[in-house]
């Protein structure tokens, strides 16, 4: 009809994720402009630094417009996309004169006509958001990066080379001063005074992925914010390897392929109830240590995007079995990158099972705001004592790294042997295994 005005809903802004997110990529529709979409129906799916998030409508009606393609980059409080009243049809071209909104629904500021940004800006939304905080780190305008990645994506090497022209940058390039003291370098700052990498023909380049610069930003903020200590020790886990054997078949029926996983999570628990000091955030702005109520313990997952860490909550609460269901179900969503939010956020210690891959001894890193990590390696058999005679043991290591600003060696030692006990002897578990 002529004349006819667009009734608008609502505006969906991106939403403030927590967790430091800023921005994420737009990874999939659900929708199309013309859709009647209802309540809680799945919008769209974003990835960011963390995990790949499902946006659910936060009202009814029909889609009007759409503000973003898949690959485009939408920070938090951008308007991802608009509904309408349900039945209210979709302008063919141009923007309504006037917006008029139902009473008692308070009317929003006119928006533009549903255009996407132009494809000629080759910075324009095409960047990763860790892409995006280098360039920021680095001085760098990213909508003046000429993008080399697939569809004119800006990459950190195209942010890196864009501020080594910077007359300043390439000033201290060449004189190679050191960095003071005084000022630690950020992790972007030290990859920016990283040597230059000269490529030879049949080099080839392989630039990080979102995931793998989260991660590398991270294990850098740990290794040159936090004193790591570490301690090592073997475990006989003898009697746990017959346990294990004798009730995998109990599991089975459960759908739970049965580990030594659960019941090292399982000590674990029982030894941060103990020494709660080691289930913990620290606090660097106030110089404090939280000591957290609840005990979720992170289960580092090897995915081939990279390192993930889902959390298992309240391990304390929970048996073996529980503890198993949710190891599987959390291990298979990260490495089909389905993990929620959720499912990473308020982890208070993490294990990192080294010995799935054959790793014998490792010092890992600490997961910030944690203060301890602890990583479990290869099971060998070795010989041991039994009854005054010596016999194959099946012998496990374990390491334990700390931040030494909150605990002492002999407190992490105490600490890695009641884990220890417990492995050695899993009876005083005392939990129900069927």
Same mark, same amino acid.
């Given at each position: 009809?002529?004349?006819?005005?667009?009734?608008?809903?609502?505006?969906?802004?991106?939403?403030?994720?927590?967790?430091?997110?800023?921005?994420?990529?737009?990874?999939?529709?659900?929708?199309?402009?013309?859709?009647?979409?209802?309540?809680?129906?799945?919008?769209?799916?974003?990835?960011?630094?963390?995990?790949?998030?499902?946006?659910?409508?936060?009202?009814?009606?029909?889609?009007?417009?759409?503000?973003?393609?898949?690959?485009?980059?939408?920070?938090?409080?951008?308007?991802?996309?608009?509904?309408? $009243?349900?039945?209210?049809?979709? /302008?063919?071209?141009?923007?309504?004169? #006037?917006?008029? *909104? @139902?009473?008692?629904? %308070?009317? &929003?500021?006119?928006?533009?006509?549903?255009?996407?940004?132009?494809?000629?800006?080759?910075?324009?939304?095409?960047?990763?958001?860790?892409?995006?905080?280098?360039?920021?780190?680095?001085?760098?305008?990213?909508?003046?990066?000429?993008?080399?990645?697939?569809?004119?994506?800006?990459?950190?090497?195209?942010?890196? $080379?864009?501020?080594?022209?910077? /007359?300043?940058?390439?000033?201290?390039? #060449?004189?190679? *001063? @050191?960095?003071?003291? %005084?000022? &630690?370098?950020?992790?972007?700052?030290?990859?920016?005074?990283?040597?230059?990498?000269?490529?030879?023909?049949?080099?080839?380049?392989?630039?990080?992925?979102?995931?793998?610069?989260?991660?590398?930003?991270?294990?850098?903020?740990?290794?040159?914010?936090?004193?790591?200590?570490?301690?090592?020790?073997?475990?006989?886990?003898?009697?746990?390897?017959?346990?294990?054997?004798?009730?995998?078949?109990?599991?089975?029926?459960?759908?739970?392929?049965?580990?030594?996983?659960?019941?090292?999570?399982?000590?674990?628990?029982?030894?941060?109830?103990?020494?709660?000091?080691?289930?913990?955030?620290?606090?660097?702005?106030?110089?404090?240590?939280?000591?957290?109520?609840?005990?979720?313990?992170?289960?580092?997952?090897?995915?081939?995007?990279?390192?993930?860490?889902?959390?298992?909550?309240?391990?304390?609460?929970?048996?073996?079995?529980?503890?198993?269901?949710?190891?599987?179900?959390?291990?298979?969503?990260?490495?089909?990158?389905?993990?929620?939010?959720?499912?990473?956020?308020?982890?208070?210690?993490?294990?990192?099972?080294?010995?799935?891959?054959?790793?014998?001894?490792?010092?890992?890193?600490?997961?910030?705001?944690?203060?301890?990590?602890?990583?479990?390696?290869?099971?060998?058999?070795?010989?041991?004592?039994?009854?005054?005679?010596?016999?194959?043991?099946?012998?496990?290591?374990?390491?334990?790294?700390?931040?030494?600003?909150?605990?002492?060696?002999?407190?992490?030692?105490?600490?890695?042997?009641?884990?220890?006990?417990?492995?050695?002897?899993?009876?005083?578990?005392?939990?129900?295994?069927?």
């Amino acid at each position: 009809m002529h004349g006819r005005v667009m009734v608008i809903v609502l505006e969906f802004r991106f939403p403030d994720l927590g967790e430091g997110i800023h921005e994420g990529t737009i990874v999939k529709w659900h929708v199309k402009v013309g859709d009647s979409v209802r309540v809680d129906q799945v919008l769209v799916e974003v990835e960011t630094d963390k995990a790949i998030v499902e946006l659910p409508s936060p009202g009814a009606g029909t889609l009007l417009k759409i503000n973003y393609a898949q690959g485009q980059t939408v920070k938090v409080g951008e308007v991802l996309l608009v509904i309408g $009243a349900s039945g209210e049809s979709v /302008p063919a071209s141009g923007t309504p004169a #006037s917006i008029s *909104a @139902p009473a008692g629904v %308070a009317r &929003p500021s006119p928006i533009p006509a549903a255009t996407m940004p132009p494809s000629s800006h080759p910075g324009h939304h095409q960047a990763a958001p860790a892409t995006r905080r280098l360039a920021r780190e680095l001085n760098v305008d990213i909508e003046t990066v000429i993008g080399t990645g697939p569809g004119g994506r800006v990459t950190d090497e195209d942010v890196k $080379a864009a501020s080594s022209k910077t /007359p300043q940058l390439a000033a201290k390039e #060449s004189s190679r *001063a @050191p960095l003071s003291a %005084a000022a &630690p370098a950020s992790p972007a700052r030290t990859q920016a005074w990283a040597p230059e990498i000269a490529s030879e023909e049949g080099d080839q380049r392989v630039p990080l992925t979102r995931l793998r610069n989260t991660i590398a930003e991270r294990m850098v903020y740990s290794k040159t914010h936090i004193p790591h200590a570490c301690g090592m020790d073997y475990v006989d886990v003898t009697r746990l390897a017959e346990i294990r054997e004798k009730e995998k078949k109990n599991f089975e029926p459960k759908g739970v392929k049965l580990t030594f996983l659960p019941f090292i999570v399982k000590a674990v628990a029982i030894a941060l109830k103990e020494y709660p000091r080691f289930n913990a955030h620290f606090d660097e702005k106030k110089g404090e240590l939280v000591i957290r109520k609840m005990h979720n313990i992170g289960i580092a997952v090897d995915t081939t995007e990279g390192l993930m860490v889902p959390v298992v909550k309240d391990v304390d609460r929970k048996s073996i079995v529980e503890i198993a269901q949710d190891i599987e179900h959390l291990a298979a969503a990260a490495k089909e990158r389905k993990l929620r939010l959720e499912d990473m956020r308020g982890g208070s210690f993490t294990i990192t099972n080294v010995g799935s891959v054959g790793g014998m001894y490792s010092t890992p890193i600490i997961n910030p705001p944690e203060v301890a990590i602890m990583g479990i390696h290869r099971i060998k058999e070795l010989p041991g004592m039994e009854n005054d005679k010596i016999r194959a043991r099946k012998v496990m290591g374990i390491s334990m790294c700390f931040d030494h600003r909150v605990a002492d060696g002999a407190e992490a030692t105490v600490f890695m042997n009641v884990v220890m006990k417990h492995l050695e002897d899993p009876d005083l578990m005392l939990v129900d295994m069927i």
